[in-house]
């Protein structure tokens, strides 16, 4: 699925709405081809143990044409105050509230959300903590490769002494040296990591960065 694709959608037909209701029959209302011009993860999209239910975003020129010859159901999104300790209590008010005795019923988001969320929360840890050890492996190797070499160049400190080269200015040439030395490895650390990035992520959170 890209920029571009055509989706083709049957419809259910308003006369099958009690069939609806009371099962999951075969559309029989139009199909409508719908081109995608943007994709976009939401968090139902994820599997997280189950399967993944995909939506499709259509737009106001349909409500307003063939969208009002198929069937609808109507829901909303709300966030309760006290969390999901108050949807036993939310539902009950919400199917007595006048001219809702269709109402099908309500489901918690929450536990899809989590679902994803604990997938994905140890992977993103592991990564960190994998990235720490790798600074401070990276850490002791520089500083043990610049230590050798602060020995080697000391050699030669007698030599810019006699020059006329002070203690402040061999300093600052020996910094100057490692930091040129690390700016280019972390330029080339960085490109490497960009590489090879695509590559690292695995489960839901490789299918939220391939959306």
Not at 62 to 78: S, T
Not at 164 to 171: A, E, L, S
Request: neutral net charge; hydrophobic residues 50%; aromatic residues 10%.
């Amino acid at each position: 699925m890209h920029i571009g694709s055509v989706v083709t959608v049957p419809l259910y037909s308003l006369a099958q709405a009690s069939a609806v209701e009371n099962g999951n029959p075969a559309p029989r209302g139009a199909r409508v081809g719908f081109q995608v011009v943007g994709i976009e993860a939401n968090v139902t999209d994820f599997p997280a143990g189950v399967t993944a239910v995909y939506n499709l975003y259509t737009s106001p020129a349909f409500d307003r044409g063939k969208g009002r010859q198929a069937l609808r159901f109507y829901g909303a999104l709300v966030r309760l105050r006290g969390g999901a300790a108050d949807l036993p209590l939310f539902q009950v008010d919400f199917q007595h509230l006048h001219g809702l005795s269709y109402c099908h019923g309500i489901q918690s988001e929450d536990s899809g959300d989590t679902a994803v969320e604990r997938s994905i929360h140890p992977q993103a840890i592991g990564w960190w903590l994998f990235a720490l050890f790798v600074g401070l492996v990276g850490l002791a190797v520089v500083g043990e490769a610049l230590s050798r070499q602060s020995l080697l160049e000391a050699e030669s400190y007698p030599i810019l002494e006699a020059l006329g080269f002070r203690p402040r200015q061999v300093f600052v040439l020996g910094m100057a040296r490692a930091a040129a030395i690390g700016f280019i490895g972390a330029v080339g650390a960085v490109a490497f990591a960009f590489v090879l990035s695509p590559l690292t992520s695995v489960g839901e959170a490789r299918i939220a960065d391939r959306r």
